[in-house]
Structure formats: structure tokens, C-alpha cells
């Protein structure tokens, strides 16, 4: 089956940068997606990476390394709204898609 | 408007009173999939589905059907619901399997 860890909790202030960590189990790897949510509301894309290397998308880039089964999530420029919970996700070839159990991530002014 | 819609976005039942959630995307979307998510911890997958006909267990299937008859809609049925599938539940599409999953704004049930 498929396993992920990530930290449960993340602490930063506004405007400092923050990475998240993921690393993952699976068979059949075909790709680590991230998504925010917040409190109540549906989960909302962020990255996905499907081969090695950093895709960036605004404030947030991701990281992947196959080889290590690892990646992560970089908010930049954090601010009050980044405030959420952090989900990385990993897809399998076969179409399965496993969630890990979240970091929630707290900005202070 | 894009989206994926969820009907109902709340209920409260009783144990053993089937229900259907139902679950509809006009993305044209081939991929489809339900998740549960308990506090705590993330989301869980029950069933996916590659395309029309095409379905498959995810990580939680017990307990849960699902059907595939059109490309839009997913519904996710529970032929006999019980106190432990009390949960919040999000229905997701995405283009193909592995892409951006788009997801609905979630159910919450309550099985008394």
C-alpha cells in the first residue's frame, strides 16, 4: 500500500519562508500533488510534480526526488491567509491517490 | 461556472437507512473519485473511478458503492450506513488520473 509522512505542525511569521516535508511510500509512483485547505472547506490545488526538480507556481514551489521518495512544499513571503492545513498526496499508475494526514501551518504576525 | 457539485452538503441519518450521495462535475472530466476525511487526519480514498464503467476500491471501500453510468456523475451510495461512517466526504474530479483533482465542497453525514 501507500504511506506518507509530514510534520503535523508548522509555526512561521508573515513574510518569512516555510518548507513542508513529504516523504512517501508507494508502488507504481506517478505523482506528488499538494493541496491547501482550510478550516471547513474543500481541499484547493497547489503543485504537482511528476518528475524530479522544483516546479514553482507564485509564492509556493514544490520539490520532488524519486530516488529519495521525498518531497516538499515551500511557502515564500508567508501571510496571514497561508494560514491552512497542507496536504501532500501521491498518485499511483493504477489511479490510486493517497493523502497524507496533513500539516497545519499557523502564521503569527 | 467549473465546478463539482455534492448533494446533500449535510445529512443526519439513522444505521441501516440506505442513502445516496450524489456527486456531479461539468469539466468533462474522465477521472472521479470519493474521499472521506475524519478530524485529523487527510483524506481517504474510497472509490475512484478512470471512466464511465471504470471503478475501483480506494484505500476505504467498505461499506460503500459506487457507480460510473456518465462521464458527470459519481454517486456514492451507502446501502447500510453505520455510527463509524460519520465522516465529511468530498467527491473530486480531474482530467486524468495523476492530474489536478478539482474537488466539491463536501457532505457531512451523521449516522446516528
Known amino acids: 500500500g501507500q504511506s506518507l509522512e509530514q510534520p503535523s505542525e508548522v509555526t512561521a511569521v508573515e513574510g518569512a519562508i516555510v518548507q513542508i516535508n513529504c516523504t512517501y511510500q508507494t508502488s507504481g509512483f506517478y505523482g506528488l500533488s499538494w493541496y491547501q485547505q482550510h478550516d471547513g472547506g474543500a481541499p484547493t490545488f497547489l503543485s504537482y510534480n511528476g518528475l524530479d526538480g522544483l516546479e514553482e507556481t507564485g509564492r509556493f514551489s514544490s520539490f520532488l526526488s524519486r530516488s529519495d521518495s521525498y518531497g516538499y512544499l515551500l511557502l515564500q513571503e508567508l501571510q496571514m491567509k497561508d494560514s491552512a492545513s497542507y496536504f501532500c498526496?501521491?498518485?499511483?499508475?493504477?489511479?490510486?491517490?493517497?493523502f497524507g494526514d496533513g500539516t497545519t501551518l499557523t502564521v503569527k504576525p | 461556472e467549473a465546478q463539482v457539485t455534492q448533494n446533500p452538503r449535510y445529512l443526519i441519518t439513522v444505521t441501516g437507512k440506505k442513502l445516496t450521495v450524489t456527486c456531479s462535475q461539468n469539466m468533462n472530466h474522465e477521472y472521479m473519485s470519493w474521499y472521506r476525511q475524519d478530524p485529523g487526519l487527510g483524506l481517504r480514498q474510497i472509490y475512484y473511478?478512470?471512466?464511465?464503467?471504470?471503478?475501483d476500491k480506494g484505500d476505504v471501500p467498505e461499506g460503500y458503492k459506487v457507480s460510473r453510468k456518465e462521464k458527470r456523475n459519481f454517486p456514492l451510495i451507502l446501502e447500510s450506513p453505520s455510527p463509524n461512517q460519520t465522516s465529511l466526504y468530498f467527491c473530486?474530479?480531474?482530467?486524468?488520473?495523476?492530474?489536478?483533482?478539482?474537488f466539491g465542497p463536501g457532505t457531512r453525514l451523521l449516522v446516528l
Open positions: 473511478s478512470m471512466n464511465v464503467e471504470v471503478t
Open positions: 473530486a474530479s480531474s482530467p486524468s488520473q495523476g492530474m489536478t483533482q478539482y
Open positions: 498526496a501521491v498518485n499511483t499508475n493504477a489511479g490510486k491517490s493517497t
